[in-house]
């Protein structure tokens, strides 16, 4: 799988209102499945979705225990995602539009010059 | 999945003028210096020795801020009107290089800007494990 679409798989899954709320109750400690779908106004298997969602851009990590799954957060993908790209995709885009911008400026006809005709 | 190492960014933006007058802007310390000024920066100066294995300068100047954050490289490929790619070092970068490599492509006479940004190094892509946390909050504002 090319790498930047595990990248995309980071950002689809944070850009998830609920996905997101997953991952803020992980911060605080492991939870099952069971538990997490209390806690949310979908269906277990609507937050199961989620969850595969989560484990698939690698942030949510699943262990079976007997009937229970438990589901254990992994920053590192957010860590890689967060520090340098959030810099530079930023820095990068402002750019691209500061060039756009700039050359659209430079060729568009002077105004002010703009002369009466006859 | 051992992405941690190396993970490219990638930037995309359709410009609507020709591939020439894209990519010439690049090179061209006067408008390099014009175009990259990003957020709060004052002004930019720029040097620029266009040529593979030449290098260009960039500071960007903040308000309160009199040294400046240079950023600078070396060109590696210079292939106009489609392709360039050089390196990329700064305080960001923790001061060592890193490569930037933009594709031109033609959409029908518009541009189309593809950059990627590859090979950072490694101490920022895997560390900070604060980062994160920082991501998700600002995620759950957002």
């Known amino acids: 799988m090319p ?77 890689a995602a967060s520090r340098w790209l959030d810099h530079y995709r930023g820095f990068w885009e402002v750019q691209l539009q500061a060039l756009e911008q700039m050359l659209i400026d430079e060729s568009a006809p002077p105004r002010r010059k703009r002369r009466r005709t006859g | 999945m051992n992405q941690s190492k190396e993970t490219p960014l990638v930037v995309r933006r359709v410009i609507p003028l020709p591939r020439e007058h894209v990519f010439d802007a690049w090179l061209d310390p006067v408008r390099l210096a014009r175009f990259m000024r990003p957020g709060s920066t004052a002004k930019a100066t720029a040097e620029v020795d266009a040529r593979v294995g030449g290098r260009f300068r960039i500071v960007m100047h903040h308000p309160h801020d009199s040294t400046g954050t240079e950023h600078s490289g070396e060109y590696l ?66």
Do not use: M
């Open chain 1, 3 to 79: 790498l930047d679409s595990t990248l995309d798989h980071v950002y689809g899954a944070i850009a998830d209102p609920t996905r997101r709320a997953i991952l803020n109750l992980l911060v605080r400690g492991d939870t099952t499945v069971g538990a997490l779908a209390d806690k949310f106004p979908i269906s277990l298997n609507g937050v199961s979705k989620h969850v595969k969602v989560l484990e698939r851009a690698g942030l949510v990590e699943r262990r079976v225990a007997g009937r229970e799954h438990w589901l254990t957060l992994n920053p590192k993908p957010l860590g």
């Open chain 2, 77 to 142: 490929l210079i292939d106009r009107p489609a392709r360039l790619s050089f390196t990329w070092r700064s305080i960001n970068t923790d001061d060592r290089p890193t490569t930037v490599t933009i594709a031109f492509l033609d959409r029908d006479g518009a541009t189309e800007v593809v950059l990627t940004h590859t090979q950072l190094p490694p101490g920022q892509v895997e560390s900070h494990r604060k980062g994160w946390s920082d991501i998700l909050e600002k995620a759950a504002r957002g």
